[in-house]
């Protein structure tokens, strides 16, 4: 049976080691520090180490892996492979040359498309109609290792990054499972990427969120999927930061008035942009609860006939 050490740290990685657990022997897993989250700011273990806690694996949570005592306690489990997915640190050399097989990833693209930190978001927000996972042996590199498998996943007119992340979670999980040991046996070889094909994936930042009225309903619709359910999208109005929670895009759309002045349509309320108009559905306040548009409208009679965008 392989010896495992398992990497990584958010839900989508929980599947993964659930996979593991069931058909090899995870000897120590590996996941980011706990972190304080919420209005409490209290401490919240990550999805993983709970997994993990629910099997009762030896767990280690290092703030860095690129010193002596993280690198000797790696060694110590004597892994023959180490599994890696969403971990969130880079790997140093001597961990990627620690475990005999190397080091596996499990990466929520179709490599070398979507290389990088956020490739759900990235996929949904340039309108790719298919992605997929890849399971790929690590180097030093970004995402840019050999290939080991890959499988698509269509999307969805209304995956928003939550809803594919999960979804890939579990292809990923099941193409690990029949790929690791295929490798360990030697009956797959790792097949180079395109490397001239590469896109990147930048992290996403809060700021990113911001919608331009002047960009179409269709992009619109789908940067608010892809920021969904972090790090969010938002507008202002009359001075006062508006969450857009939920939208959909109405491309047909035509009226004479400009990107970002509120229309009413069908006892709602959209958005006219360069190309059509974003219907709102679920909009935040600063300060306020999440709302519906029909309550929202009800106490704000001015807001039909208002431009959003001005800070």
Known sequence: ???????????????????????????????????????????????????????????????????????????????????????????????????????????ASLLPR??????????????DEVTGVTVMKMDAGLDTGPILAQREEPIRADDTRATLTKRLSYVGAELLAETLPAYVSGELEPRPQAGDEATFADQLDKQDGRLDWSRTAVELDRKIRAFTPWPGTFTFWEGKRLKVLEASPLPDWAGDVAPGVVVEVDEGAAVATSEGALRLEEV???????????????????????????V
Request: proline fraction near 8%; include cysteine; aromatic fraction near 6%.
């Open 284 to 310: 935040q306040l600063a300060g306020k609860r999440a709302m519906a548009m029909g309550p929202f409208l009800r106490g704000r009679r001015d807001f039909v006939g208002s431009r959003l965008g001005s």
């Open 1 to 107: 049976m392989t010896n495992i050490v398992f990497m990584g740290t958010p839900q989508f990685a929980a599947p993964t080691l659930e996979a593991l657990v069931e058909a090899h022997r995870v000897v120590g897993v590996v996941t980011q520090p706990d972190r304080p989250a919420g209005r409490g700011r209290d401490l919240r273990q990550s999805p993983v180490k709970r997994t993990a806690l629910e099997h009762d694996l030896p767990l280690f949570q290092p703030r860095s892996l690129r010193n002596a005592e993280a690198l000797d306690r790696l060694a110590d489990w004597q892994p023959d492979v180490i599994v890696v997915a969403a971990f969130g640190q880079i790997l140093s050399q001597e961990v990627l040359d620690l475990p005999p097989y190397g080091c596996l990833n499990v990466h």
């Open 114 to 127: 979507w290389r990088g930190a956020a490739p759900v978001a990235a996929a949904i927000l340039h309108g």
